[in-house]
């Protein structure tokens, strides 16, 4: 059976629903990601990616006044 949630990212109280859902057992979400964690799960996020990203236009940006004052670390996380 196919299970889907509009979201696309599995959180440990969607698995745990899911769990309740499949096999009529009611687990906490954090004792969910412990179990997960202890047999090798870690949590995973999407990275977020501008949809019509212009590698030269965020160039751009980056190096205008407007960034000026901002550090190069923190440019890179803006234009991930």
Do not use: C, M
């Amino acid at each position: 059976r196919s299970i889907s949630f509009t979201s696309g990212v599995w959180t440990s109280p969607i698995v745990a629903r899911v769990i309740e859902q499949e096999f009529s057992i009611t687990y906490h979400p954090a004792l969910v990601s412990r179990i997960l964690h202890a047999i090798g799960f870690s949590v995973q996020r999407p990275r977020k990616i501008p949809a019509n990203a212009e590698k030269s236009a965020q160039d751009r940006w980056a190096k205008s006044s407007v960034t000026s004052g901002i550090n190069n670390s923190a440019k890179r996380r803006l234009i991930r």
